[in-house]
């Protein structure tokens, strides 16, 4: 809940929404409950007004050309994995095709806080992502469940790596990486964030105002 929010009003990224809550069953005091926002169909209808029977939605890269159908289908999105498998995009043109059907700029800042959480439950896991069924609609990435990150489990120590060495789930951020200027962008925008949003200065005081929230409890 804590990274989530420190997202919010930050970067172009959907996230889950995040409340702490007192659970009584019965009358009885059983603790806090983190009410989290479910990641479905219905998430692009309660953030972007959009019907959830006009929305495909998919998770995980990990064994197929496209992800486990969520809802609606693969098959626009099988489409853009065989186009960046068969095209390069460091040519302008292939990537210029490949912005008019995902949100690049969006799945950049997927990239770039999963790699700052270090969470290594990810890409290969934990991957949504939505379009929906309206002209020019374009592929979305959604940040959940990024419990394995600052180091809970750490794996290889360097997220950079782990993020683009996972066969089967890295095919698109290595053909984006190709780009020249989707890879200097990668590069300034997290120079930017680690000055920034992430800088310590407003990561610790948010964190010791959200823990503050629980300390008592």
């Given at each position: 809940?804590?990274m989530?929010?420190?997202?919010?009003?930050?970067?172009?990224?959907?996230?889950?929404?995040?409340?702490?809550?007192?659970?009584?069953?019965?009358?009885?005091?059983?603790?806090?409950l983190n009410?989290?926002?479910?990641?479905?169909?219905?998430?692009?209808?309660?953030?972007?007004?959009i019907?959830?029977?006009?929305v495909?939605?998919?998770?995980?890269?990990?064994y197929?050309?496209?992800?486990?159908?969520?809802?609606?289908?693969?098959?626009?999105?099988?489409?853009?994995?065989?186009?960046?498998?068969?095209?390069?995009?460091s040519?302008?043109?292939?990537?210029?095709?490949?912005?008019?059907?995902?949100?690049?700029?969006?799945?950049?800042?997927?990239?770039?806080?999963?790699?700052y959480?270090?969470?290594?439950?990810?890409?290969?896991?934990?991957?949504?992502?939505?379009r929906?069924?309206?002209e020019?609609?374009?592929?979305r990435?959604?940040?959940?469940?990024?419990?394995?990150?600052?180091?809970?489990?750490?794996?290889?120590?360097?997220?950079?790596?782990?993020?683009?060495?996972v066969?089967?789930?890295?095919?698109?951020?290595?053909?984006?990486?190709?780009?020249?200027?989707?890879?200097?962008?990668?590069?300034?925008?997290?120079?930017?964030?680690?000055?920034?949003?992430?800088?310590?200065?407003?990561?610790?005081?948010?964190?010791d105002?959200?823990l503050?929230?629980?300390?008592?409890?």
């Amino acid at each position: 809940g804590f990274m989530q929010s420190l997202l919010t009003g930050q970067m172009d990224l959907d996230c889950q929404g995040y409340q702490p809550a007192h659970v009584y069953l019965n009358g009885e005091y059983w603790g806090i409950l983190n009410v989290r926002e479910k990641i479905n169909e219905h998430y692009p209808a309660s953030n972007y007004d959009i019907h959830s029977d006009l929305v495909d939605m998919l998770e995980r890269e990990r064994y197929l050309t496209y992800g486990d159908v969520v809802h609606g289908d693969g098959k626009h999105y099988g489409e853009l994995i065989s186009f960046v498998e068969e095209n390069n995009l460091s040519e302008e043109a292939n990537y210029e095709y490949v912005k008019t059907q995902m949100d690049v700029s969006e799945y950049m800042n997927l990239f770039l806080a999963n790699i700052y959480f270090e969470n290594e439950d990810w890409p290969q896991n934990n991957m949504k992502y939505w379009r929906p069924h309206v002209e020019g609609g374009r592929w979305r990435w959604i940040l959940y469940d990024t419990d394995m990150g600052w180091g809970l489990f750490p794996r290889s120590g360097n997220t950079l790596e782990a993020a683009t060495v996972v066969r089967g789930a890295t095919v698109l951020i290595r053909a984006l990486l190709e780009n020249e200027e989707f890879k200097s962008e990668f590069i300034q925008r997290m120079a930017g964030l680690i000055n920034t949003t992430f800088h310590p200065d407003r990561v610790s005081p948010m964190y010791d105002s959200l823990l503050g929230q629980l300390n008592k409890e």
